[in-house]
């Protein structure tokens, strides 16, 4: 099966990594739309808009599948996107309340949703997580993590300060939703500030996802990845290597 991973710019290669330690595909073809990243201040048009314009890109290739990796696009413009493609249309929020609801079988778990603004404005996880019975939500949008990821920080003194800044008056979480490509790269960082919560992580929860509702005949030995950008190639290529490591050949 061939898909296709569509983000804002180089954060959906955490979802990349999922996907190829589990070998699901036998290729994957990448775009991230480096030029106009950040799309998690933007509004909902402007997401919009730039999502339909990346689905023209994909038609380009023979997928079977698009997966969305960005939250922010899965939260304002999946609709369109499914309307519009001549293919299956996978968000990570729907699958990232599955991995919830799979791990966290109390109602009242104190479940803290971290995401971009534009995400956390619309309130997607909130709301499928207050359908299925949680109660217990706090929503937050720590917009400096993304810059600090760009930057190629994972740790250290200017991120706890980040940290400190954000989860100072939280109540310790029982689970947190990384509802952000980037925040897995942080997820060691975070889980070190509150080392007793369960990180869901979006790739994770993609491949649970899959494995529930997609048929794969066979798992593919190895994946074939391409990666596209709209600005810089070479730089997202450069941030593959050392994130993908050996995962990248
Ligand atoms: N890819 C975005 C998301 O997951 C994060 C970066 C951005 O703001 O574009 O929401």
């Given at each position: 099966?061939?898909?296709?991973?569509?983000d804002s710019g180089?954060?959906?290669?955490?979802?990349?990594?999922?996907?190829?330690?589990?070998?699901?595909?036998?290729?994957?073809?990448?775009?991230?739309?480096?030029?106009?990243?950040?799309?998690?201040?933007?509004?909902?048009?402007?997401?919009?808009?730039?999502?339909?314009?990346a689905l023209e890109?994909?038609?380009?290739?023979?997928?079977?599948?698009?997966?969305?990796?960005?939250?922010?696009?899965?939260?304002?413009?999946?609709?369109?996107?499914?309307?519009?493609?001549?293919?299956?249309?996978?968000?990570?929020?729907?699958?990232?309340?599955?991995?919830?609801?799979?791990?966290?079988?109390?109602?009242?778990?104190?479940?803290?949703?971290?995401?971009?603004?534009?995400?956390?404005?619309?309130?997607?996880?909130?709301?499928?997580?207050?359908?299925?019975?949680?109660?217990?939500?706090?929503?937050?949008?720590?917009?400096?993590?993304?810059?600090?990821?760009?930057?190629?920080?994972?740790?250290?003194?200017?991120?706890?300060?980040?940290?400190?800044?954000?989860?100072?008056?939280?109540?310790?979480?029982?689970?947190?939703?990384?509802?952000?490509?980037?925040?897995?790269?942080?997820?060691?960082?975070?889980?070190?500030?509150?080392?007793?919560?369960?990180?869901?992580?979006?790739?994770?929860?993609?491949?649970?996802?899959?494995?529930?509702?997609?048929?794969?005949?066979?798992?593919?030995?190895?994946?074939?990845?391409?990666?596209?950008?709209?600005?810089?190639?070479?730089?997202l290529k450069a941030?593959?290597?050392?994130?993908?490591?050996?995962?990248?050949?």
């Amino acid at each position: 099966m061939r898909v296709g991973v569509f983000d804002s710019g180089v954060g959906g290669l955490s979802v990349v990594k999922s996907l190829l330690e589990h070998q699901l595909f036998e290729s994957i073809i990448y775009f991230g739309d480096t030029a106009r990243v950040p799309y998690g201040v933007k509004d909902k048009n402007t997401i919009v808009r730039y999502s339909l314009e990346a689905l023209e890109f994909f038609k380009n290739f023979e997928i079977d599948m698009l997966i969305v990796a960005c939250n922010s696009v899965s939260a304002y413009a999946i609709q369109e996107l499914r309307v519009n493609a001549p293919f299956k249309v996978i968000g990570v929020i729907e699958p990232g309340v599955l991995a919830v609801q799979n791990a966290l079988k109390h109602k009242d778990t104190n479940i803290l949703i971290l995401g971009t603004r534009a995400t956390i404005a619309s309130q997607r996880y909130a709301h499928l997580l207050q359908n299925c019975g949680y109660n217990n939500l706090t929503s937050l949008a720590p917009s400096l993590f993304v810059p600090i990821v760009e930057e190629g920080i994972f740790e250290g003194a200017l991120l706890q300060s980040a940290m400190e800044h954000y989860f100072k008056d939280l109540v310790t979480p029982d689970a947190i939703i990384l509802g952000c490509t980037h925040f897995p790269l942080l997820a060691s960082a975070i889980q070190n500030y509150f080392p007793n919560s369960l990180l869901i992580h979006s790739g994770e929860a993609i491949v649970e996802h899959l494995r529930v509702h997609c048929d794969f005949a066979k798992q593919s030995n190895a994946t074939k990845l391409q990666l596209f950008a709209s600005e810089n190639p070479e730089n997202l290529k450069a941030t593959a290597k050392k994130w993908l490591g050996d995962l990248f050949l």
